[in-house]
């Protein structure tokens, strides 16, 4: 169960990441903030998904 | 899927050559591969053929030397070689050496910083120099085998990643600058010698239990 969940969560690694992505440029489009000032958020939800893919693994 | 020939026996595989399916009596087994009756080879059932040959030499997969060039490129060597995570390393790890030395925040530790950029501009083509004479002997090559290994498997990439982000984060979002946090740079030392620490300690307690369970 548990390796299963790890799998789980490597294989929406990309998936996430490319919303995440998404989601800076939309708010740079719509609310001004710029992509230059959130793109480290890219780093930490990266991080976030490897501990949890890890935190999983037996 | 039945088989073409028994349609009560269940198919074990497909010809090769016309796609038939085969259950387990109909399959020919020949060249590594399975055929049909009207599609075997001539020479009977398992020739030792293509499959027994062996390799001479393993596959050539990198050129040393291309690889040694590319190096130069911040990120590119390593992703020459296949390892798209140390790439994004050497990228960053270039990217912050110039954007700490360009913005005068160093305060007094730019021959430091300038000689480390250097160093660190020769160490990728060697390190993508090496990375591919590995490969080609054949090994697999762990991206981070040049870590030490305290700084391997556990969780210290992922909360690298998370406290650079956090970091950067209030960077960019003007909450501190760059020159205070260049001021705290030893306190990165002390978390390397305690992660150091830990490691070690974990290691010499499951050493500990393993003389105990003997």
């Known amino acids: 169960m548990s390796t299963a969940n790890s799998n789980l969560i490597a294989a929406i690694r990309g998936p996430v990441m490319m919303i995440a992505i998404g989601t800076l440029f939309a708010l740079d489009q719509t609310m001004g903030v710029s992509i230059a000032r959130t793109w480290p958020g890219l780093l930490i939800v990266l991080g976030l998904l490897i501990l949890a893919e890890r935190s999983y693994r037996p | ?214």
């Open chain 2, 1 to 214: 899927m039945m088989c073409a020939k028994h349609p009560e026996a269940p198919a074990a595989a497909f010809c090769r050559e016309c796609g038939m399916p085969l259950c387990a009596e109909c399959r020919i087994d020949a060249r590594g591969t399975v055929f049909c009756q009207e599609h075997a080879p001539a020479g009977g059932p398992d020739v030792a053929g293509l499959q027994a040959a062996p390799h001479p030499m393993p596959p050539r997969v990198a050129i040393p030397g291309l690889a040694f060039l590319l190096g130069f490129i911040p990120g590119i060597g390593a992703i020459y070689n296949a390892q798209y995570a140390k790439g994004l390393v050497h990228v960053l790890v270039f990217g912050f050496l110039v954007t700490i030395l360009s913005s005068g925040a160093a305060s007094g530790a730019e021959p430091l910083l300038g000689i480390l950029l250097g160093a660190f501009v020769l160490y990728m083509p060697f390190e993508a120099y090496h990375t591919a004479r590995r490969r080609n002997l054949g090994d697999t090559v762990p991206e981070f085998a040049s870590l030490p290994p305290a700084l391997q498997g556990s969780n210290t990439t992922a909360v690298v990643l998370i406290a650079l982000g956090v970091l950067l984060l209030m960077i960019t979002m003007d909450l501190v600058s760059l020159r205070i946090i260049l001021k705290y740079w030893p306190a990165l030392l002390i978390a390397l010698g305690v992660n150091m620490l830990y490691a070690r300690l974990r290691g010499e307690r499951a050493h500990q239990e393993e003389e105990i369970n003997q």
